[in-house]
């Protein structure tokens, strides 16, 4: 394979920003400008070498909607790109458009990219509040290219019965897996402790981290004041932390432009090959087993194929954390244990290192590189997950080139072939007896719970979705013990269907 057409990342660059305020805080241009900066000092270059770049590629921003944001931090970079890309919002579009470019690099479109991002939801939710306008740079010429696309995560049906946000949902596939595991919910709270403890082990230790602290299983699963319940069986400290003020920038180019810029080949990282896919049944409440993800599997193993390595192979992973049933499912999908020594995590994860949005994985792939450059002949895998386990990205890296020619797609031989993988649609007029297949309960800021949310199924074998009784007395009583596989009566109520 020619040199021009080897893809490697050279550098990378965080930036968070502890003390943000409305009145005080750097906005998304100038975010996007230092951590490219920083990616160029990372690499042993000097800021007018970005301006050779021919690529710019920016995940989705949340809040920040300018005509070409791509062309905005060229000019702050003095760079005339020929390609600009963005991406829509998502947990998994960090790595899908690293496993992009790196792919434009192996067809020799492109040899010199800038892949980064940025979140400043803490500052714009903070304005959003006190109704004040936030002059942040818009404009740019031109039209980018979009990668992917900006499909909602959820319906309006859903929405109806209280699933909106991911830690409405994600309760959901968690519970589900516990009952299959076989725990009882005391054991599957020693579980989540014992996986996430060490999440925060790493967070301490991250220069970059939202909160770099350590605590223990007790500490992340005891409901206390300030541990408050949110979505059973998540307490706060177990959920993703999305008002953060963050940024990351990578550098990718190929192995002839490395060296005809001068890069160490101390610095080099290479690009073994990734994958995307996303669910066949787009709406979580259709899916039709919540305790598998199909297009999880399928993007896991065709990047490893695509690597040509195994997974016992990997030395180090970040997998997509913004709960714990994220990563379990991972493991569940990949066939490892939960206390796999390797650990699941180089940041510190979404709910410790931050999960700033849709860079949530430039993050990962700035600190896997870090990684990989400490530990010579190792190999990573980094994931991203999109919406309610919807849509998914991986990619493997290594500080070693490959032998063979890496790539971005998925195998011919997909193992959700042999796994159920059509829309289960809901049947809004359903009644009668009927079992539930998963449930949780949500709480407000108080700590008291405030509706409980099933799915399951109808003797006749239609899904169903429901409510049930509303009473802080009855919703105490649910989850004080295991609700799957638990019969009872479902009936419409003013057209919306209640589980009792």
């Not at 408050?228 to 069986?233: E, G, T």
């Not at 993800?293 to 193993?301: F, V």
């Amino acid at each position: 394979m020619k040199e021009s057409n080897i893809p490697v990342l050279v550098g990378s660059g965080q930036l968070v920003d502890h003390e943000a305020d409305v009145d005080r805080h750097i906005e998304p241009l100038d975010m996007l400008t230092r951590v490219a900066l920083s990616a160029a000092q990372d690499a042993g270059l000097g800021p007018k070498s970005l301006q050779k770049m021919d690529t710019i590629a920016l995940v989705g921003i949340a809040g920040w909607h300018p005509d070409n944001s791509p062309d905005l931090v060229a000019s702050k970079i003095g760079a005339h790109p020929t390609h600009e890309y963005v991406t829509g919002t998502g947990g998994q579009v960090g790595i899908r458009l690293l496993n992009f470019v790196a792919s434009e690099i192996v067809k020799g479109d492109s040899e010199f990219a800038l892949v980064a991002g940025c979140n400043n939801l803490k500052v714009l939710l903070k304005a959003i509040g006190l109704d004040k306008q936030l002059n942040w740079t818009r404009g740019g010429t031109g039209v980018p290219t979009l990668i992917g696309g900006d499909e909602p995560g959820s319906s309006d049906l859903e929405g109806q019965y209280g699933l909106k946000q991911p830690p409405d949902i994600y309760p959901l596939f968690e519970n589900a897996l516990r009952a299959k595991l076989g725990l009882d919910l005391e054991q599957h709270k020693r579980r989540m402790g014992n996986l996430f403890t060490r999440f925060t082990e790493i967070a301490a230790d991250n220069a970059y981290a939202w909160f770099p602290t350590r605590r223990s299983a007790d500490e992340l699963t005891t409901v206390t004041a300030t541990n408050r319940m949110i979505s059973f069986p998540y307490p706060k400290y177990l959920n993703a932390v999305l008002n953060t003020e963050q940024a990351a920038g990578l550098i990718l180019c190929s192995v002839a432009k490395a060296r005809a810029l001068g890069i160490s080949e101390e610095k080099w990282i290479y690009w073994w090959g990734g994958a995307h896919s996303q669910e066949k049944a787009w709406w979580m409440s259709e899916r039709p087993d919540f305790t598998e993800c199909p297009s999880m599997k399928d993007t896991h193993i065709s990047a490893l194929a695509n690597a040509g390595i195994e997974i016992s192979e990997i030395d180090h992973f970040d997998f997509y954390s913004c709960f714990p049933v994220a990563v379990e499912m991972a493991c569940e999908m990949l066939g490892i244990a939960v206390d796999d020594q390797r650990g699941f995590t180089v940041t510190g994860g979404l709910p410790y290192a931050g999960g700033p949005a849709s860079a949530y994985t430039l993050h990962s792939i700035a600190e896997m590189a870090h990684k990989l450059r400490e530990n010579p002949g190792h190999k990573g895998l980094v994931t991203g997950n999109g919406w309610y386990f919807t849509k998914h990205s991986a990619a493997v890296l290594a500080s070693t080139p490959k032998e063979s020619i890496p790539r971005d797609g998925l195998i011919a031989e997909l193992p959700s072939l042999q796994m159920r993988t059509s829309a289960e649609v809901v049947d809004t007029t359903a009644e009668g007896p009927a079992t539930i297949e998963s449930y949780t309960v949500s709480y407000d800021r108080e700590g008291k719970p405030t509706r409980g949310i099933v799915l399951g199924r109808t003797d006749a074998g239609s899904r169903f979705l429901a409510n049930t009784p509303d009473s802080i007395e009855f919703l105490e009583t649910f989850v004080a013990q295991e609700q799957i596989g638990a019969r009872g009566q479902l009936k419409v109520k003013k057209e919306m269907s209640v589980f009792s």
